[in-house]
C-alpha cells in the first residue's frame, strides 16, 4: 500500500520551530532518496531539502542553515526540523522521494509562520 503521510505542523510566531515527520510504505522509502518539498498558496512545489539512503543532505539556499532533515531508516521516516522560521516559510508541506517524486503525494501538513 503506497503511503505517505505528514505531520507536525502548525502556527508559530517568527523566529520559532518545528519538527515535522513523514511516515512513509516501504515501497516508496526503500533504499531511496527523500525529500520535503512545499508549496506556498499560488506558487509552485518546490524542494527545500533533501537526504540520500545513506544520509547525504541537500537544501535549498532560502533555507540553509535553518532547516535540517534527517531519516529513521527503520522506521521508514524522514523528518524535517526548522528553525528561525520566517513568514515566507508558510507553506504546506508534503514528503516524496527525490529525485523523481511519485505521482502520489500526501495530504501535506500546514505550516503558518506569523504574529
Known amino acids: 500500500q503506497v503511503q505517505l503521510v505528514e505531520s507536525g505542523g502548525g502556527l508559530v510566531q517568527p523566529g520559532g520551530s518545528l519538527r515535522l515527520s513523514c511516515a512513509a510504505s516501504?515501497?516508496?522509502?526503500?533504499?531511496?532518496?527523500m525529500g520535503w518539498y512545499r508549496q506556498a498558496a499560488g506558487k509552485q512545489r518546490e524542494l527545500v531539502a533533501s537526504v540520500t539512503f545513506g544520509g547525504i543532505t541537500n537544501y535549498a539556499d532560502s533555507v540553509k542553515g535553518r532547516f535540517t532533515i534527517s531519516r529513521d531508516n527503520a522506521k521508514n521516516t524522514v523528518y524535517l526540523e526548522m528553525n528561525s522560521l520566517k513568514p515566507e516559510d508558510t507553506a504546506v508541506y508534503y514528503c516524496?522521494?527525490?529525485?523523481?517524486?511519485?505521482?502520489?503525494w500526501g495530504q501535506g501538513t500546514q505550516v503558518t509562520v506569523s504574529s
Open positions: 516501504g515501497s516508496i522509502f526503500g533504499f531511496y532518496g
Open positions: 516524496n522521494r527525490n529525485p523523481s517524486p511519485r505521482s502520489y
